[in-house]
């Protein structure tokens, strides 16, 4: 919090082009600004923890389709995890932890409206970005509202070491439906098993895909989460459950993919009279306080975990950090840790 | 009735190779077989219209993906709507008018269980095969049970020219709903509006389908009525509504392609909350007799038409009568006459 001294310089990162294939540090360049200093109703957040998102591949897209875009020369839009150093707002405090909207830079302007207040006694202020945060909440409506798996159902879960997959996961465990998870590498598949309870793990990048669900799963698919799309989505559609349900959280395999394509195997939603339901978590933005009162006392409880990898560094390693998320580096929601993280 | 006559050859169409592109003429060859006669508990059953259906397309890929195939030297699966000749079965007599799955032959042998008896008072012969049989009860539980449009509400049915279309959309109608059919080429699109009550109809050959329907459909779509998919649905899932349905009873677009292609824009689903719906219209087996005499009652009152596209010409016809089907020559159901039809 020392946000006053020359020691403080203010690192934003920048779209730098339009991006083809992974997103990388290449696409991004680093600007030094000064610091900035709060207006009138205005507050100035220091970010401790930069949020890594797929859906900005999504947004850098040179497409006229979605409500928001990140351009080149634009500041790169994210969400970050940090404190409040100034505040001229009535209604925000120096010292109060935040998670703010003020995009990759050490240092953004706010009038207040984009905050939300951490109470860091409930979850760890990194955790307010992942498994408290959105991706948890996307996780628990997903699983409890939107599918509300019944005991003995299959829910095949990819992107399953993901910062939403290993919540639903966990979540889908406490229904008590049967949970599989499909994750790249036979090192995330044991870990899935061994730490976050996932009844088997299905590794996609050895051998046939179809097969081992059809092995996994012999009564076939109710629900499958999905946050990946593409290939390991058409190979879990053409073992779908009678009435089955897709619930769409991501395509994240499409996202640097030229041309978006969409599920060729969704032929099969005919066959089985199955559907895939798009959803957005902020239509239960009036119940989250609710599932996080949840979240605390099952974590208190040790019966839910918020899977967290941490990228030590500071603004510039955004684009570094963002490359690995689609390596599929991660296991659980990953971050940038900044120099003035002081939890 | 002449089943035993010498003149009664019994012609056959059958698969003559795994078809690539459109299928016609040259990938069926006709066999000429004798006359069959009925076993024990068995009947012969006379064609009188054959049902062209674009389903077979699909079911003549080389796939193991679908519950039916129809491989080379196989007999050309599909509906006969005909008459008893023979029967050593108790619950069919010759002269009973019937629906029968004997495929593309002037005569074919059935157990009587595949049997449909076709009251011809309620409706013609030929339309049993169309809007009173699986075409029409497919459009009215899609109409009135799957997406149940509210008054106000936009409904799109493409393929409206088809055998599915033309009959959803004029349910869709009687439910309240603003409906837009999206066909090919103009003369389509005015004998939608003009003959069948849709209140506008797009031209998917003629400019940008996209800004027509923006244009057609200012509030957004709420219901996609989809016969197609491609293109023509993925221009439509651009401009779906907030919690927006597609039901999806066809893909007639892709069955002729090498590698069938989903919907792209299926990431609108996410972000409009809406969704894909498969659908089969013998889930709903057991109300088909009410629908039945709610159809005949409105076509009594002048409500209700059953359009159709009759080809006249024998069983060797087929194959040309299905080129004409993909090529969308039809306008309502499209079925073959062959020279034994008396009604």
């Not at 875009?69 to 925000?92: Q, Y």
């Not at 408290?132 to 409890?144: H, K, M, N, R």
């Not at 895909?209 to 799963?217: G, H, R, S, T, W």
């Not at 560094?313 to 955004?318: E, L």
Request: with cysteine; net charge negative.
């Amino acid at each position: 919090m020392n946000a006053n001294t020359e020691d403080n310089r203010n690192s934003q990162v920048i779209l730098r082009q339009v991006p083809t294939g992974l997103l990388g540090p290449d696409d991004f360049e680093v600007r030094q600004a000064p610091m900035p200093t709060a207006g009138d109703g205005e507050v100035v957040v220091e970010a401790h923890y930069l949020s890594l998102d797929a859906a900005l591949r999504l947004i850098v897209r040179d497409s006229k389709d979605f409500l928001f875009r990140v351009e080149p020369g634009d500041l790169v839009r994210n969400s970050v995890a940090g404190r409040v150093v100034e505040s001229n707002n009535p209604d925000w405090a120096a010292g109060d932890y935040v998670v703010a909207a003020t995009g990759v830079q050490n240092y953004g302007i706010s009038d207040g409206s984009d905050l939300e207040l951490c109470d860091i006694t409930q979850a760890p202020l990194s955790a307010w970005l992942g498994g408290f945060g959105v991706s948890g909440l996307t996780a628990y409506f997903a699983i409890f509202d939107e599918c509300k798996p019944q005991p003995g159902q299959t829910v095949v879960i990819n992107g399953a070491a993901g910062a939403v997959g290993t919540m639903a996961g966990q979540f889908a465990k406490m229904a008590g439906a049967r949970v599989i998870g499909i994750a790249g590498g036979p090192e995330k598949c044991k870990w899935l098993v061994d730490e976050l309870g996932f009844d088997t793990a299905v590794d996609y990048k050895d051998g046939d895909l179809y097969e081992k669900l059809v092995e996994a799963a012999p009564d076939r698919i109710d629900f499958i989460f999905d946050n990946v799309g593409g290939s390991v989505l058409n190979e879990s559609l053409r073992w779908i459950a009678l009435r089955g349900k897709v619930l769409m959280c991501g395509s994240t395999s499409q996202y640097s993919e030229e041309e978006i394509s969409g599920p060729s195997q969704y032929i099969w939603l005919g066959t089985m009279r199955a559907s895939i339901q798009g959803y957005v978590v902020y239509d239960y933005a009036d119940r989250f306080d609710i599932a996080r009162k949840h979240m605390a006392q099952w974590r208190a409880e040790g019966r839910l975990s918020f899977p967290e990898h941490v990228y030590e560094g500071d603004v510039p390693d955004f684009g570094q950090a963002f490359h690995d998320l689609y390596s599929g580096r991660n296991k659980g929601k990953m971050v940038v840790k900044l120099p003035a993280a002081d939890t």
